[in-house]
């Protein structure tokens, strides 16, 4: 496995974060149907958030200090209003299955102890099965699975709470 770090997001490297974020779009396109805007892009409508608001999280995802992908943390739970939330994950094609994207999923829920969640869209089952392995490993199988198909989401939510993990 090549050397793995989660870095935050500094102002200065938005616009990197922000091409990263066009190439998982890109991804989600054929899911979600999605299309680029008039400018050739897709957007992400709350990416500026990540610096004005508070209870928001960007990371990067270096592999040997190369931009691997990235995770974006925040604090708008769907079941539960007040916890840690996967909004976002990506690695890069190039780098998937070599461990990378579990190793840094651990190192973020190290650094945010509490309550979490982890949703997936229902089309997207790859994502389905790596956050049920990465969780089930993080956890020990100490996790919930919740199914929503409502206006709040459509897909799996894994539940879980590492705060006596640290102690």
């Excluded at 974020?21 to 050739?40: I, K, P, Q, R």
């Excluded at 990378?100 to 945010?112: N, S, Y």
């Excluded at 969640?117 to 389905?128: F, L, S």
Aim: glycine residues 8%; contains cysteine; charged residues 30%.
């Amino acid at each position: 496995m090549k050397n793995v770090e989660v870095t935050s997001v500094e102002y200065k490297d938005k616009e990197v974060l922000r091409q990263l974020m066009e190439f998982y779009v890109y991804d989600f396109s054929e899911m979600e149907d999605l299309d680029v805007n008039a400018h050739g892009r897709f957007g992400y409508k709350y990416f500026d958030h990540y610096w004005t608001e508070a209870d928001r999280y960007p990371y990067f995802i270096l592999a040997d200090g190369k931009h691997a992908g990235f995770v974006l943390v925040n604090k708008h739970g769907i079941l539960k209003e007040e916890c840690f939330s996967i909004a976002e994950f990506f690695v890069m094609r190039k780098y998937r299955r070599h461990g990378i994207g579990e190793t840094a999923v651990r190192e973020v829920f190290d650094r945010h102890r509490g309550v979490w969640e982890v949703g997936e869209i229902k089309n997207n089952v790859g994502a389905q099965a790596f956050w049920r392995k990465v969780i089930h490993r993080y956890t020990d199988g100490h996790y919930q699975e919740h199914w929503l198909d409502d206006d709040r989401w459509h897909g799996p939510i894994q539940t879980f709470n590492n705060l006596k993990e640290a102690e």
